[in-house]
Nanobody, 121 residues
Framework: QVELVESGGGLVQAGGSLRLSCVAS????????MGWYRQAPGKERELVAT???????NYRDSVKGRFTISRDNAKNAVYLQMTSLKPEDTAAYYCRVRGRYSGGNNEFGIWGQGTQVTVSS
C-alpha cells in the first residue's frame, strides 16, 4: 500500500507565492512519475506539472514561468513552488504518483487527498 500526504495550500493574494508538498510512503519499489493536477469548481481536473524519473518535466502553458516542480527522490517527495499567483489559479491541487510496488512488478498510480489553493484579487 502507498499513501500520499499533501500540504502547503492556503489563501494568498494575487501576486503571492505558495509551496505545495507531497510525500509518498509505503511499499514503494520505484517512482516513475510525480506530478500536480488541479480542479476548480465545475471544471475538469487538469495537469499542472509533471516530473519523470528520467528528468522530463512538463508544465501546462498557463503556469510556465510562474510554477516550478521539483523532486527529492530520497524522500519520495515532490514540490510545487507557485509564484505570481493569479485568481484563476484557485483550485484544489492534487498530487499524483506513478510507480511500482516493492516486492513485485505491480504498478500503482495514486492521488493525494488534495489541498486547496485560493488566490484573492
Amino acid at each position: 500500500q502507498v499513501e500520499l500526504v499533501e500540504s502547503g495550500g492556503g489563501l494568498v493574494q494575487a501576486g503571492g507565492s505558495l509551496r505545495l508538498s507531497c510525500v509518498a510512503s509505503g511499499s514503494i519499489f520505484s517512482i516513475n512519475e510525480m506530478g500536480w493536477y488541479r480542479q476548480a469548481p465545475g471544471k475538469e481536473r487538469e495537469l499542472v506539472a509533471t516530473s519523470t524519473d528520467d528528468g522530463r518535466i512538463n508544465y501546462r502553458d498557463s503556469v510556465k514561468g510562474r510554477f516550478t516542480i521539483s523532486r527529492d527522490n530520497a524522500k519520495n517527495a515532490v514540490y510545487l513552488q507557485m509564484t505570481s499567483l493569479k485568481p484563476e489559479d484557485t483550485a484544489a491541487y492534487y498530487c499524483r504518483v506513478r510507480g511500482r510496488y516493492s516486492g513485485g512488478n505491480n504498478e500503482f498510480g495514486i492521488w493525494g487527498q488534495g489541498t486547496q489553493v485560493t488566490v484573492s484579487s
